[in-house]
């Protein structure tokens, strides 16, 4: 899996199978961690991997009829946390999933403590498009520092 976001800052988060990685270019650091120990709830990593099934990371998935689609056409869904507390979110909102008309995954809600929301959008999905390999093979430039795992205070935060 590889992302490469814009906005709100360049960064790379790439799995290559082995380890999960995330370039900051800015700082000039990257940050990896064997893909086997990353569990962090705050990205959507964990709804999108295959080993991850919506119903190991919910008690409840519903409906949410109060919550507007982003895209008309849109359904939003609420996934009540089994384990919200552990997990480093907020246990008083569920994470809100707006799947399309066909089914594909458009966007995720997820909130944070202080009544933060972190939002990722999707589209133009393809599946099983022909990449090379080097797409999922992470090299970092010869100045950046690479960190391993976590740091220890602030769980789930990558730099």
Known sequence: MRWDYQA???NVFLVDGKYVWFYAPADHTATRMPAKQSEDWRTPLAFLTSHMRLSKLCSKVVLAQNEKPAQSGDSVYQCILRDAASS??????PVLFELSAQGELSRIVIPQEGGV?????????RWNPALDKSVFQFNPPRDAVIVDG??????????
């Open 8 to 10: 709100p800052e360049k």
């Open 88 to 93: 480093g979110l907020s246990s008083s909102k």
């Open 117 to 125: 929301e972190m939002e990722f959008s999707f589209t133009g999905w």
């Open 150 to 159: 976590l740091l220890p205070d602030t769980p789930g935060l990558r730099q």
